[in-house]
């Protein structure tokens, strides 16, 4: 049977019952999702950016398993990870009790912020695409163009989603086909639930691993991320399904503390000499390659002001 189709993502099996969806460049859905199925019930980890492309998930997630969406985790409090969820109406929505604070917090300041702003930053991303010369920047420019149509578009449709069924540190699943164990860590935002399917050897692993692409360091706690690293390499599980961009290995976990230590030293460089961050900072060469390059110089900044907090 060919897989369902969707222009929003790609699917890809990685056991029986166990299917990642890749986000493509539509921006629709931006973050990667999992489609798990229990034996006779079906959970979905992450639900997109946007409902349309959430809508799609769920047709495609009942056609796999042949069973309804029980459950839906929101593994944080990102716009790109729960803006689906509201095409999961029969469904039990899960997270841990902070991020469900951070929902009804944060999430509800950044539809009223898209609200007011994304239009006019749709326009200024349009210009600086027209602006462009460089190829690569062209290629980075155009996905945050569409990213930014897709939230006006999913604006007037969108509605608030709130779990129902929340948790502090564990939460374990069980159907008859496998079971699915929901642990919180922490670093790319205050608590973040990365799912572990211990007889598949998968973990998904939600924004803790970027794959390709630049982390988004400033909503979290760079410590943290790192501590959450060495818990993730002490897992006995050979499929990593990072949040962005394509599968990963243990190399990809290495690769990104690399990432954050080269953030640290470059921060702490520029606070002993005094100097202050700015946006033209040049991505170091090991990480050129990696997409969202706009999150680099506001990484750096992000750590330089939790160093240089409290000398001013
Ligand atoms: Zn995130």
């Not at 509800?108 to 912020?113: N, P, Q």
Request: aromatic letters at 8%; hydrophobic letters at 45%; charged letters at 25%.
């Amino acid at each position: 049977m060919p897989l369902p189709a969707s222009p929003h993502f790609m699917l890809r099996k990685l056991a029986e019952g166990v299917h990642v969806a890749f986000a493509t460049e539509t921006a629709a859905a931006t973050c990667n999702a999992g489609i798990v199925d229990l034996g006779d019930r079906t959970l979905v980890f992450d639900t997109f950016l946007t409902p349309k492309a959430g809508s799609d998930l769920r047709r495609a997630a009942e056609t796999l398993t042949g069973h309804p969406v029980a459950y839906v985790v929101n593994s944080h409090y990102h716009n790109d990870h729960i803006r689906g969820t509201q095409e999961f109406p029969d469904a039990v929505v899960i997270s841990t009790d902070r991020t469900r604070n951070l929902i009804a917090t944060k999430e509800v300041e950044e539809i009223r912020s898209d609200a007011a702003v994304a239009p006019q930053r749709l326009l200024e991303w349009q210009e600086q695409l027209r602006a462009a010369v460089d190829p690569e920047e062209q290629r980075q420019l155009r996905y945050w163009v569409e990213y930014a149509r897709v939230i006006v578009e999913s604006l007037p449709s969108l509605r608030l989603v709130l779990p129902q069924l929340t948790f502090e540190r564990r939460l374990v699943i069980r159907g008859p086909a496998r079971r699915v164990e929901l642990v919180t860590l922490a670093g790319h935002t205050p608590d973040d639930v990365i799912m572990l399917l211990p007889q598949d050897g998968i973990a998904f692993l939600a924004d803790l691993l970027f794959v390709g692409f630049h982390p988004y360091l400033i909503d979290g706690n760079p410590d943290d991320w790192l501590q959450s690293l060495n818990t993730i390499e002490r897992q006995d599980v050979a499929t990593l399904v990072p949040g962005h961009g394509p599968l990963g290995t243990m190399d990809d976990v290495r690769r990104l503390r690399d990432y954050i230590a080269a953030v640290d030293e470059l921060a702490q460089d520029l606070a002993r000499r005094g100097a202050v961050p700015d946006a033209s900072l040049p991505v170091p060469e090991a990480f050129r390659s990696w997409g969202f390059g706009k999150f680099f110089p506001a990484n750096v900044k992000f750590v330089w002001e939790r160093l240089t907090a409290g000398g001013h």
